[in-house]
């Protein structure tokens, strides 16, 4: 069994910038979701997909996008990047639409924006 | 609206007992238990479904009271490996959005 893996685990960014991040779900697993950790702070949602979907969102602007693809992958994109935007992003997968089950995680992508 | 934990942070020694506690403003339905050593990701430990739901396994259990709006985390004869951030999660009643709660450090000492 895969667990879930991120990519790519460190990258530096400047202000402005674009930036990818990409995830694998865990096999069998149809939802996965997106969290921001700031340094000393617990992780903050971003946002979940489920079968393709955009399904919940958390406070984060319209430049943090995301996609998720028919095999369940997933990719966040952050547009415009501003120094704030440096943290741990970790991806979690799920099987199924609610949050009641066990969220595994990946080990997360470290950006720094200078 | 996010989960408090209390304490903030707490320093055992090998063997003594600890509770962490969360506590929300809003209704809760279902309770996730999570560990985050430092560096890593988080590692689930458990997920409370229903009101006094208590569960464990090893010499950590939890247990949920839907009433209260608060879940507690009850680690027995601490061992140096429980050492690390926990954190309580849940979803925002009728929305897909999931919250931690603010966490709390937890140090086990020799």
């Known amino acids: 069994e895969t667990g879930v893996t991120q990519s790519p685990t460190h990258l530096i960014k400047t202000r402005g910038q674009q930036v990818t991040l990409r995830c694998s779900s865990q096999s069998g697993h149809n939802t996965v979701s997106w969290y921001q950790q700031a340094l000393g702070q617990g992780p903050q949602f971003i946002f979940q997909?489920?079968?393709?979907?955009?399904?919940g969102r958390g406070n984060f602007p319209p430049r943090f996008s995301g996609l998720q693809f028919p095999n369940y992958s997933s990719e966040l994109n952050v547009n415009a990047l501003e120094l704030d935007d440096s943290a741990l992003y970790l991806c979690?997968?799920?099987?199924?639409?609610?949050?009641?089950?066990?969220?595994?995680f990946g080990e997360g992508s470290r950006l720094t924006v200078l | 609206q996010q989960p408090v934990q209390s304490p903030q942070a707490v320093i055992l020694r090998e063997g003594e007992d600890a509770v962490i506690n969360c506590s929300s403003s809003?209704?809760?339905?279902?309770v996730h238990w999570y560990r985050q050593k430092h560096g890593e990701a988080p590692v689930f430990l458990m997920i409370?479904?229903?009101?006094?739901e208590q569960k464990g396994h090893d010499k950590i259990s939890a247990s949920f009271n839907e009433k209260k709006q608060q879940s507690s985390l009850y680690l027995t004869a601490s061992q140096l490996s429980y050492s690390g951030t926990y954190f309580c999660g849940t979803e925002v009643s009728g929305t897909y959005k999931y919250i931690f709660g603010t966490g709390t450090r937890l140090k086990v000492l020799a």
């Open positions: 409370l479904l229903k009101g006094g």
């Open positions: 979690a997968s799920s099987l199924g639409d609610s949050n009641t089950g066990e969220l595994f």
């Open positions: 997909y489920y079968r393709e979907e955009e399904n």
């Open positions: 809003k209704a809760l339905y279902s």
